[in-house]
Nanobody, 118 residues
Framework: QVQLVESGGGLVQPGGSLRLSCATSGIPFSSSTMGWYRQAPGKQRELVAAITDGGSTNYSDSGKGRFTISRDNAKNTVSLQMNSLKPEDTAVYYC????????????WGQGTQVTVSS
């Protein structure tokens, strides 16, 4: 069965760092582009980082220079290192297959809450 399990969120002060992790199972992980998405209340879901099966990465304007996405194909996990966090980064963060999201396949994990506040 499909599992997408995010972890690593929490409360952090502006300028701080967090590392999010996503454990997956039941998906074609090694051949899939994986993404980290976030959604804040009242806002659209946003793709903040993606990594292809070959390891190429892309970032949103807000994440570029501050976020780093990585993957471990042996463990079927994808991570997001977030540095220099800002209050506007506050959101629930999710991992998913980019193809699934693009095609409207509506499956999401529980997400992990990131709160950036003084």
């Amino acid at each position: 069965q499909v599992q997408l399990v995010e972890s690593g969120g929490g409360l952090v002060q502006p300028g701080g760092s967090l590392r999010l992790s996503c454990a997956t199972s039941g998906i074609p992980f090694s051949s899939s582009t994986m993404g980290w998405y976030r959604q804040a209340p009242g806002k659209q879901r946003e793709l903040v980082a993606a990594i292809t099966d070959g390891g190429s990465t892309n970032y949103s304007d807000s994440g570029k220079g501050r976020f780093t996405i990585s993957r471990d194909n042996a463990k079927n996990t994808v991570s997001l290192q977030m540095n220099s966090l800002k209050p506007e980064d506050t959101a629930v963060y999710y991992c998913n297959l980019v193809l699934w999201v693009k095609t409207g396949y509506d499956y999401w994990g529980q997400g992990t809450q990131v709160t950036v506040s003084s």
